[in-house]
């Protein structure tokens, strides 16, 4: 079973950060505005980026390590920008 770690860009710009062991139903529920929270009052969210991961303990510390990112280095990240992201 893989595990995802995503980043969506929401409608007011900003972006959030996750994990998941199923991307298109988590990207489902964010988009109906099923989860409260963060991406429920910023509506539509486009999913950027995503990366597979081998344990949930692995997508859970890239989404740690992400959320601690700027806004900048998510959009390097985004673009395959690694000189930037490095």
């Known amino acids: 079973m893989a595990f995802w770690t995503y980043i969506l860009l929401c409608a007011d710009g900003k972006f959030y950060t996750g994990h998941t062991d199923d991307l298109d ?39 740690l390590k992400l959320k601690k990112w700027s806004q900048a280095k998510k959009q390097a990240l985004i673009a395959g920008d690694w000189a930037l992201v490095g």
């Not at 910023?42 to 081998?54: A, E, K, Y």
């Open 25 to 63: 139903k988590r990207f489902g529920q964010h988009q109906a505005g099923a989860i409260e929270g963060f991406t429920s009052s910023r509506l539509p969210v486009r999913l950027m980026w995503s990366q597979d991961f081998p344990t949930r303990y692995e997508a859970l510390d890239a989404e």
